[in-house]
């Protein structure tokens, strides 16, 4: 079993940035397809970005040109920075490791963008 914690996450100004971080409990982010979804209330959770064992990288529409993912396998972390948050972008946000077999999901880490 792998667990994922995610932490980073809070209030923010419209404008401001947050960097969330992802730890899985073993090595295995140089392996798997590492990912960001998030959920807001009433809404289905949706992918925001991942990012594959061959850093290869993609984004949601809405991502794109304001949030970065990228990983650290020495750290076994993943993190998502991100930048021009808006109040659209409150939700929780979940870090996934997957590969063919498996996926591991975080607990979550409320994000909440408002003056």
């Known amino acids: 079993q792998v667990q994922l914690v995610e932490s980073g996450g809070g209030l923010v100004q419209p404008g401001g940035s947050l960097r969330l971080s992802c730890v899985a409990s073993r090595n295995i982010v140089s392996a798997y397809v590492m990912s960001w979804y998030r959920q807001a209330p009433g809404k289905q959770r949706e992918l925001v970005a991942s990012i594959t064992s061959a850093f290869v990288r993609n984004y949601a529409d809405s991502a794109k040109g304001r949030f970065t993912i990228s990983r650290d396998n020495a750290k076994n972390a993943v993190y998502l920075q991100m930048n021009s948050l808006n109040p659209e972008d409150t939700a929780v946000y979940y870090c996934?490791?997957?590969?063919?077999?498996?996926?591991?999901w975080g607990q979550g880490t409320q994000v909440t963008v408002s003056s």
């Open positions: 996934k490791s997957s590969n063919l077999y498996t996926a591991y």
